[in-house]
């Protein structure tokens, strides 16, 4: 478990975060509050508890986290993005609120390349594509052939209209030539309790939501929905293994503060970032949680956030995954 905490430290530390002058080194002043748009339970909330008490200690200010979920993480994301711009307000951002909105949503109160100062993409989120035990497939090719059988009758859910897994349950549905009826909950907490309880059939979604209920042998694992297996379950199948070559759905995260951030104050999180993260108990409990650390510097980051609006908005139209 410590190779991708070792990797992580080639990667993120060795990233353009220069050393600044002392006596420029203002932040933090006071506490740091993390904002985490979504409920409590999913994966962006699990990497900012991760982080939180280590990170404190790092910084030597509390870190507060906060959750402001809703509208696709967008309620959360508009709050940092009016946020003053000291460092003090951060977004827990992901693929999400920063990214795939943009093709889902009419209208957004907020435009992440213009709004936002990209700090670090932090990990990326292993996701898998799972079902309720009632469902009779044992494999991805079984539960397709079930899903044209049986057309309207599966239901999947996903942690918001907007959200990751939404267009990319979507995408696998054209894919597939299937009918299966979108549900959408405000968070991945609710949507696995009515997963577990039969009231919807399938998702995509989080590992670190998922595999403790397949372990406990209350879901069904199918596939994993990333380019290649995950090196915590490299049991599961991709589902582009499994019939449908070059599918790919995933999530990541990253962090952002207010638009007019300096410089300085930008580089001075993403050390403190880098640092904790490259922590082996860090990066194996992020590893553990279904999340693979990446970092980067906050050019990367910007590069990415362009280009994944650019990758999902295209995504949404072709699959009419789009919140009225």
């Known amino acids: 478990m410590r190779q991708p905490a070792a990797r992580l430290t080639l990667a993120i530390l060795l990233a353009c975060y220069s050393a600044f002058p002392a006596q420029a080194q203002t932040w933090p002043a006071r506490p740091v509050r993390l904002v985490v748009p979504f409920p409590p339970g999913d994966a962006v909330d699990a990497y900012a508890r991760i982080m939180q008490s280590r990170l ?3 910084i030597g200010q509390p870190v507060v986290i906060e959750n402001l979920g809703g509208a696709g993480g967008m309620i959360g994301a508009e709050f940092v993005s009016k946020a003053p711009a000291d ?44 079902i309720h035990p009632s469902v009779p497939a044992r494999s991805v090719a079984e539960l397709m052939a079930y899903a044209g059988a049986n057309p309207g009758r599966l239901s999947y859910g996903s942690a918001g209209s907007g959200s990751a ?8 549905k054209q894919r597939a030539g299937i009918d299966a009826v979108h549900v959408p909950y405000k968070g991945g907490g609710p949507m696995v309790a009515d997963l577990l ?19 406990a042998g209350k ?11 995950s090196a915590t ?33 930008t580089m ?29 510097s906050p050019d990367d980051l910007a590069r990415h956030i362009r280009a994944e609006i650019a990758k999902w908005t295209k995504v949404a139209k072709e ?4 919140v009225d």
């Open 56 to 58: 404190a200690e790092h």
């Open 87 to 130: 460092g003090h307000t951060l977004l827990v951002g992901n693929i999400a609120a920063l990214a795939m909105n943009v093709g889902v949503y009419p209208s957004m109160p907020y435009d992440p390349p213009r709004d936002f100062t990209p700090v670090m993409r932090t990990v990326d989120v292993n996701y898998a594509l799972v």
């Open 165 to 172: 897994p939404h267009p990319a349950m979507e995408l696998l």
């Open 197 to 215: 309880a039969g009231q919807i059939q399938m998702a995509i979604g989080d590992q670190a939501n998922l595999m403790s209920q397949v372990k």
């Open 219 to 229: 879901l069904r694992a199918l596939a994993a929905s990333s380019a290649k297996r």
């Open 233 to 265: 379950y490299p049991e599961l199948p991709t589902i582009a293994e499994s019939g449908f070559p070059g599918f790919k759905a995933g999530a990541w995260q990253a962090v952002v503060g207010p638009a007019g951030m300096t410089g300085v104050t």
């Open 268 to 296: 001075r999180i993403g050390q403190a970032l880098a640092r904790v993260m490259a922590m082996p108990d860090i990066g194996e409990r992020l590893v553990g949680a279904g999340l693979e650390p990446v970092g980067g």
């Open 319 to 322: 699959v009419g995954a789009k």
